[in-house]
Structures are given as structure tokens and as C-alpha cells.
């Protein structure tokens, strides 16, 4: 729904009085998307994304490629979340989806590399029987960039932080907050020598 002038606090109790498991706000800046707020109803945890590379169904060019949006479950492939704020970060994204029926045929991918996750949509077919596999992206796709998770929900400004990122942290190199990084083969070889 488009939140128009409605205030988060009443977004969040009509969420509630519906029984609603998760609230999804989408920031954007004349008409581009760059945040977005995962909530988990009734009390949190809440995550704080940067949006970046947004590319949305009707951007995508072969219309009659990516046809409609299935409604079916989607199996989810959650990629390089190996640290205890990976972890935190894949529960909160994988209780979007609800469990999907094992004959489905829609994918989505959270792949995290170097802290930024790349969202990627797809259905697979097997035209050649069991042995060929063909995927076909449907969109959206873009990148998040994880900046705070919040124990409470969006509208309580006095939950606790459990995680926020911090100047100076983007110029770690050698740190990866969500998952582990390979190391360079030059760096590998000069710690062995």
C-alpha cells in the first residue's frame, strides 16, 4: 500500500490488529528506491536497509520472458551468512517467506558478498527432462546494505540497538560483518611462507 501521509506508529497497530507477521517499508528518492525497513510483528526484530542497483519488473526488457509473477512459495537460497550477525540477519530474511511445497518452481536468492546482499528472483525449467536445468530471471533484483538491526519495532524509538554500523567501518577491509570472505591467493601464500 502507498503510506501516503499515514504516520508509522498507526501503520504498525493496524498491522497488528490484523494480525500481521511483517511490515516491509520501501524508502525512495524521486522515484528510486534506496531503503528498506524489514519489521517483524508483534516485537521485532527490526532491519535497517540501504537499497542500491534497484532494478524492478517493468525495467526488465523481454516482457513476455519474465511473464507473470508466480504466486507459489519460493524456495530460498541464502548464501554466505556465516557469522552471528549473518545468522541474525538470514533468520530475519528467511521469516519473509513462508514454507514453500517441495514441487515448486520459484527461487529467491539472498547472496551476501563483501557485506552487500544481492537479491535475485527466478523460476527454473526442465525442458530436457531431470538432467537440464534452465533459469529464467523474473525480477526485481538489487543489492542491500545491512546498517542496523533494532530488537523492538520500527515505531519504538527507545528498543535497544543490537547492531549498527559505525564510521569507519566501511574502510575495515579485513573485517566482513555478515560473512566470510576468501582470502586473496597472494595474501594466503605470504602467511604460509
Known amino acids: 500500500m502507498n503510506r501516503g501521509g499515514q504516520v508509522i506508529s498507526e501503520i504498525i497497530e493496524s ?16 522515484g528510486i528506491p534506496d531503503g528498506l525497513i524489514i519489521s517483524h510483528l508483534p516485537f521485532g526484530p527490526t532491519a535497517y536497509f540501504g537499497l542500491l542497483n534497484v532494478v524492478t519488473r517493468h525495467d526488465i526488457k523481454d516482457k513476455k520472458a519474465i511473464g507473470t509473477m508466480p504466486e507459489a512459495y519460493p524456495h530460498l537460497i541464502l548464501d554466505n551468512f556465516k557469522t552471528k550477525l549473518g545468522e541474525r540477519t538470514a533468520n530475519i530474511l528467511k521469516h519473509l517467506f513462508p514454507v514453500p511445497k517441495p514441487d515448486t518452481k520459484r527461487i529467491v536468492t539472498f547472496a551476501n558478498r563483501s557485506d552487500y546482499i544481492s537479491f535475485r528472483h527466478h523460476i527454473y525449467e526442465k525442458p530436457g527432462g531431470p538432467k537440464s536445468v534452465e533459469l529464467k530471471e523474473i525480477g526485481p533484483r538489487f543489492e542491500l ?25 566501511n574502510t575495515t577491509k579485513k573485517r566482513s560483518f555478515i560473512g566470510n570472505e576468501p582470502e586473496p591467493d597472494d595474501k594466503r601464500k605470504r602467511n604460509k611462507a
Open 15 to 30: 498491522c497488528r490488529a490484523h494480525e500481521f507477521t511483517e511490515v516491509i517499508l520501501v524508502h525512495e528518492h524521486r
Open 145 to 169: 546494505r545491512l546498517y542496523q538491526v533494532k530488537l523492538g519495532t520500527m515505531e519504538q524509538s527507545e528498543a535497544q540497538i543490537e547492531w549498527v554500523i559505525r564510521p569507519y567501518m
